[in-house]
């Protein structure tokens, strides 16, 4: 399972042809792990403001807004494993619980 140092290094610079969809897919990637976004990547958010707009996770790009979700009044509690896991706790469609990781 990659660590968050590795997912920095992965997705820091980005390829020679990278497109604007492998863009937005590393720039999530590094917005998923809470990983700082260079000045470029930041420009390039900015630009593509109405973009990322519909995504859950835009207002975390911006650096001031909480980050709007769908769960209804509020979203769900975001728990760390002993090994430095994230996970939420939902429920199976039997009603069993489990544990979410991302």
Do not use: C
């Not at 390829?15 to 604007?20: P, T």
Request: proline content about 6%.
């Amino acid at each position: 399972m990659p660590n968050k140092y590795q997912i920095d290094r992965q997705t820091k610079r980005p390829d020679g042809n990278e497109s604007h969809i492998e863009r937005v897919e590393r720039i999530k990637k590094r917005v998923a792990w809470n990983i700082e976004l260079d000045e470029d990547d930041f420009n390039f958010f900015e630009k593509k403001k109405a973009f990322f707009k519909e995504h859950e996770d835009a207002k975390r790009f911006t650096k001031s807004a909480p980050v709007v979700s769908n769960y209804g009044s509020s979203p769900p509690e975001v728990k760390t494993g002993k090994r430095g896991g994230k996970y939420t706790l939902d429920k199976t469609k039997d009603g069993r619980p489990y544990r979410r990781y991302f």
